[in-house]
């Protein structure tokens, strides 16, 4: 039997895919998801091509979602992916966009 979704938790997963839904945290999370360790603030702006203060922003909302992990470790903060929620959120969406390419591909033929 599939759990069903209160008004609280359709207004969590409302949040969730709000914050997936800008290209700048897909960045992020493609930048976090493929480095070997945890990175910096520093080190995710620049792997994710964006500003300090712009992912700073970013990283703030992916953090208050659950999809971030935040570590501060003396005076720097490293900040790592929830795994493997963000992994599998990747993968199925990923997929879906894949088929929907091939499709609208096919449908052209």
Do not use: W
Request: with cysteine.
């Amino acid at each position: 039997m599939k759990p069903l979704l209160s008004d609280a938790m359709i207004e969590e997963i409302s949040g969730l895919f709000a914050a997936m839904g800008d290209p700048s945290r897909l960045k992020i999370l493609r930048a976090l998801q493929n480095a070997k360790s945890p990175l910096s603030q520093g080190a995710v702006a620049e792997a994710a091509t964006l500003s300090q203060a712009n992912a700073s922003k970013h990283l703030a909302t992916l953090v208050r979602v659950g999809l971030v992990i935040r570590e501060p470790e003396g005076n720097t903060v490293y900040f790592r992916p929830v795994m493997p929620l963000v992994s599998d959120i990747c993968t199925i969406v990923c997929g879906h966009v894949s088929e929907r390419a091939r499709s609208n591909y096919q449908a052209l033929k």
